[in-house]
């Protein structure tokens, strides 16, 4: 794939101590669905709409009745239409955007007791609902589990007062549930991430990013007070994504003497130049003797013992508000539909289950066994057993003072300080392998990627020249350099004609790794690229912006242009994030039968409730079917019954802050690739030089499915379409379906890739394995 490339080389080998692991939080799974099956579904408890308006179309889809509960818990105990309202199509319309539950949630301490859950089970036989799907924490889910445990005794009361006769006990004698995690704190265990998890997350690095302007301007120190009573996960999260100096979380409390060692980091920081300091808090943190550690502590610290002028920023309730991010949308969509699938599933015997995330995996996991570890992480906690509550927590094992960064700079970030703590000397070459042939190379220290984070684009500059024209200039900066390894960010074309150079020049027989980059999302042997992200939450935002212009005027269709090359990542997965009508893409040809089926069916459509329609087109799609035609056959087709407005989004998919999810996953791939390196240079140094010729010393490293793999580049040669530059196989075409279902067009779903129903494994620290398997 010709991309821009980045490249961080390195020229020292020193005895290296391996990193502690870190997890990775990735985009869900691929879901399917089971048609044909008639049920009654009912949806209650928090989450996000996202969610509400998959479990709603999905269920719809399959034949059933859906119903809302609203006020959670509280809608069920008290009853009646208001409270229990059967849901339509139209009515989970232009719900995407929204923050939030429209159908509510509320506390409900008469649930808790058996006569609101005997006046629950009344009210949910009355209408013949069996099937329950629950979004909430820990508390909701087991209170729901309890629910079905205490089903049939709650239906023998029934009989026994007289509120229910026999046939009914008979008729819906097992009552299935299928649970949903929404938790802004990401603190359930068995699952990598949870519904609401990513929107806080960009709350709170879009704070951040305004705070730093700021404190930059007048040397300041700010300490920063999120969420996480007990959970950790969004300050140690954000501290990575922002570069803070320091943090504290719940589950990790600091030695005694922290106060010490953190004053002198933020000192060590003001007297390399940076001008300010950024301390992160989670409401819950505590010291190893249990006392508070709270935001006003922290700042009282840092004024006596420093004299910095710092200023507390408690951000509270601001991280539960706002727009879902794409990621969150993504998710919820897809964790609504496989709840479906779970629910027209199960059988009286299957024990209640919760949809989580591994990896890009979604999986089904018994509840009560992801509820019992959850509350082992307090209880181990409550007993100041800290070791014991982040091992079961399995999502800190990580290094946030060491490597935070941001996108594709997140990734040299990350890179260059891994390395220089583990030893080496860290090279940065300018403006890719053009800036290579030329010798634009440079050691770049630990002070000079400071301030990186939080900033698009690249900071060492790309091109997009590949290697192969320059192989022995760019042989002679190494041996000029002494360059011992090698770190490229982008697409992997150019590593796989460094890696065939090699038979001619013995200086790239050296470890090499390539870290997928590209907003495309087309690098294969990875399931996800750095840079996509945040270019889903841009096409996002501005379809956002888009629809919503079109409120209180009359129907109309949006055509969208997005970019990617031949690869329709982003207009497909963008389009299930903002709710499209369809979206055109390469790898699925569509002729003027399929454009003139949609039409009709947004003519259908408009003439209902729905006043809007999207519509995206991927750059490349078709040579002859232009966005510009594409308009003009809408605008002529739809006259009298809806008007049509175009807009191509261009190169704004490039730019902006990044995305919390790609400083993130680009500063933990980078560091794992610095491991990588590292054992790699260890192995193939002999005789005082470094001697690497195999495969396996040359790899792409990749998100797929559940884990992080280092693939030979040269085995990627037969998974690729040069001519087009996409991967032959792309599993996000497995979502294209699910957008159209959501869309109310006819179609079929894969069931292949069903989540099956597992058991919850215990996060152990893994075993060391072969470098091109999986981390």
């Not at 479990?55 to 208001?82: C, L």
């Not at 996409?726 to 699910?738: G, V």
């Amino acid at each position: 794939m010709e991309q821009p490339y980045l490249l961080v080389c390195l020229n020292t080998i020193t005895e290296v101590a391996s990193l502690p692991d870190t997890s990775l939080s990735l985009y869900p799974c691929t879901i399917i669905v089971l048609p044909g099956c008639v049920t009654n579904l009912i949806f209650s408890w928090v989450g996000m709409n996202a969610a509400v308006r998959a479990v709603v179309r999905m269920g719809i889809y399959v034949g059933a009745k859906v119903y809302f509960i609203r006020e959670g818990y509280q809608g069920m105990v008290d009853g009646g239409e208001d409270n229990i309202e059967e849901a339509s199509w139209e009515s989970v319309s232009s719900m995407l955007q929204m923050g939030g539950t429209v159908i509510g949630s509320a506390r409900c301490k008469e649930f808790r007791t058996h006569e609101g859950r005997l006046k629950a089970a009344h009210n949910l036989v009355q209408r013949g609902i069996t099937n329950l799907c629950v979004i909430g924490g820990d508390g909701s889910l087991t209170g729901a589990n309890l629910f079905r445990e205490e089903w049939s005794g709650l239906l023998e009361e029934l009989v026994q007062q007289g509120s229910v006769d026999e046939d009914a006990v008979q008729k819906y004698s097992a009552l299935h549930i299928v649970g949903m995690v929404g938790s802004i704190d990401n603190d359930f265990c068995g699952t990598d991430m949870t519904i609401g998890t990513d929107s806080a997350l960009h709350r709170i690095i879009e704070v951040v990013d305004a705070i730093m302007t700021t404190a930059q301007s007048h040397q300041r120190t700010f300490v920063l007070e999120v969420m996480g009573r007990h959970c950790g996960y969004l300050a140690l999260v954000s501290a990575l994504a922002c570069g803070a100096d320091w943090v504290l979380i719940p589950e990790m409390p600091p030695e005694d003497g922290w106060e010490e060692k953190m004053c002198q980091k933020l000192s060590a920081t003001r007297c390399r130049g940076s001008r300010l300091n950024i301390i992160i808090v989670a409401e819950g943190a505590i010291d190893r003797h249990g006392k508070a550690i709270t935001g006003s502590v922290v700042k009282d610290l840092v004024v006596r013992c420093l004299g910095f002028d710092t200023r507390v920023t408690i951000l509270g309730h601001v991280q539960r508000g706002g727009t879902p991010s794409a990621f969150d949308r993504i998710l919820a969509s897809r964790m609504g539909v496989e709840a479906v699938l779970a629910l027209l599933e199960t059988t009286a015997n299957t024990p209640a289950c919760v949809v989580s995330l591994c990896g890009n995996q979604a999986v089904r996991l018994p509840l009560m066994e992801c509820v019992q570890m959850t509350q082992e992480v307090q209880k181990a906690m409550d007993e100041k057993k800290f070791e014991e509550a982040v091992k079961l927590r399995g999502s800190y094992r990580t290094y946030c003072h060491r490597a935070p960064a941001a996108g594709m700079n997140a990734a040299v970030r990350s890179a260059v300080r891994v390395g220089i703590s583990e030893g080496h000397k860290m090279f940065a070459v300018n403006d890719g392998f053009e800036g290579f042939y030329k010798g634009q190379i440079k050691e770049i220290k630990w002070a000079d990627v400071g301030g990186w984070t939080g900033q698009g684009g690249s900071l060492l500059g790309t091109k997009r020249t590949l290697p192969a024209k320059h192989v022995e200039k760019i042989a002679e900066q190494m041996r000029a350099n002494n360059i011992n390894a090698l770190l490229v960010i982008g697409g992997f074309e150019c590593l796989l004609q460094l890696y065939e150079a090699r038979s001619v020049y013995e200086e790239f027989c050296i470890p090499m790794c390539m870290l997928p980059a590209t907003i495309s999302n087309n690098v294969p042997g990875t399931d996800l690229s750095i840079g996509a992200d945040t270019a889903l939450n841009a096409i996002v935002e501005t379809c956002d912006r888009i629809k919503q212009s079109a409120s209180g005027t009359k129907r109309r269709v949006f055509i969208i242009e997005t970019m990617g090359g031949y690869c329709g990542y982003l207009a497909s997965v963008g389009g299930l994030a903002a709710g499209a009508d369809a979206a055109y893409i390469y790898e699925e040809p569509f002729d003027i039968r399929d454009l003139q089926s949609n039409v009709e069916h947004l003519t259908e459509k408009m003439k209902g409730a729905i006043q809007r329609g999207l519509v995206l087109r991927n750059e490349n799609s078709n040579e002859n079917y232009t966005t510009d035609f594409i308009y003009q056959l809408y605008s002529e087709e739809g006259k009298g019954v809806f008007d049509c407005r175009k807009n191509v989004l261009g190169h704004m998919q490039q730019g902006g802050a990044p995305s919390p999810f790609d400083r993130n996953f680009g500063t933990k791939i980078s560091a794992k690739a610095m491991q990588w390196l590292s054992k790699k240079l260890k192995e193939t140094f002999r005789q005082g030089r470094v001697f690497a010729n195999t495969e396996d010393s040359c790899c792409l490293l990749g998100m797929r499915r559940r884990a992080l793999v280092f693939q030979p580049v040269v085995q990627l040669k037969d998974e690729t379409d040069f001519v087009h530059r996409i991967p032959k196989e792309q599993w996000w075409l497995k979502l294209r379906p699910l957008m159209k279902i959501l869309a109310k067009y006819k179609t079929s779903y894969d069931v292949s890739d069903s989540g099956q129903l597992e058991h919850v494994v215990r996060n152990v620290r893994p075993k060391e394995s072969d470098p091109s398997g999986a981390m």
